[in-house]
């Protein structure tokens, strides 16, 4: 999996200086703002994932035109925000699932055509157009995408349960502890979002983050742990979950029949009886 990382770091180094800075700011930004306010803004960006989701099914599954990748998107979407606090558990175990797809499938890709393809993607020349670059992430995701597919095929089942073990837990945590599994999937995504804004940004620069990474690997695990636990915690904190509050509305009628019987109340209580003490009798 690692070389499919490595495989986009040599095309995204190529593209263009301000899509690289660009693209690295917007996702940057995204990424804090789910890092630290999803649980807040949860509705907005339940709302978004959908959208998107929906226009990637409309134009490469049902029609591949406009119309209707605006419908199923805006369909998608719409069914997002009803179904919302479904939408975040589902989500939180597919991305635990695919953690560990990450992580327990490593051995199982072919490091040499991943390599191979690396060598000759980086003896091209810049891409300047963003046809060419709409162009160029395609043919990798369909790369990508086939070596995914191959490594799939030869995990044996007991690495697949061992995958699906988190997305379990992430199922039934959502239903018993909605708020600290929600907190948890946006802290985590939100942290990932903003490792792949850094990474677009420090290609710009000329570096190779991917290859850093990989050669520092517990360094970098233990700063996304650090990230991801401080984002939950303050999330929990801040971030409120909506209480409603039960409000009893007094109708006119009623306020009216009240103040009746305060007064009525009021000239029903007997008058303080005056004792007078006569001197003369004592």
């Known amino acids: 999996m690692i070389g499919i990382f490595q495989n986009f770091e040599q095309v995204a180094a190529r593209f263009n200086p301000s899509v690289l800075i660009g693209s690295g700011v917007a996702i940057l930004i995204l990424g804090l703002l789910i890092w630290l306010g999803g649980l807040g803004l949860r509705k907005i960006l339940i709302s978004l994932a959908g959208l998107g989701g929906g226009i990637v099914v409309g134009l490469f599954v049902v029609g591949r035109n406009l119309f209707s990748a605006s419908l199923s998107g805006a369909l998608a979407a719409f069914i997002a925000l009803i179904f919302e606090k479904v939408f975040v558990v589902l989500l939180a175990a597919a991305l635990a699932a695919a953690v560990a797809f990450t992580v327990l499938a490593e051995p199982y890709f072919k490091q040499a055509e991943t390599f191979t393809a690396q060598s000759q993607m980086s003896a091209q020349t810049t891409i300047t157009g963003l046809n ?151």
């Not at 409120?240 to 009628?253: D, H, N």
């Open 132 to 282: 060419e670059t709409m162009q160029e992430l395609k043919t990798f995701g369909l790369d990508a995408g086939r070596k995914i597919k191959q490594a799939g095929t030869k995990i044996p089942i007991k690495i697949w349960a061992i995958i699906a073990a988190p997305a379990v837990i992430f199922l039934i945590c959502g239903v018993i502890l909605w708020r600290f599994t929600s907190a948890l999937f946006f802290s985590v995504l939100g942290t990932m979002v903003i490792f792949f804004g850094m990474i677009l940004l420090l290609l710009y620069k000329g570096t190779e983050p991917v290859g850093q990474i990989r050669g520092k690997p517990i360094i970098y695990a233990a700063v996304f742990l650090v990230m991801a636990a401080f984002g939950t915690i303050e999330q929990l904190l801040l971030c409120k979950g909506s209480k409603k509050k039960k409000v009893t509305e007094i109708g006119p009628g009623e306020e009216k029949g009240k103040g009746r019987e305060k007064s009525k109340s009021k000239k029903n209580k007997e008058p303080e009886k005056i004792v007078e003490h006569d001197w003369r009798s004592s």
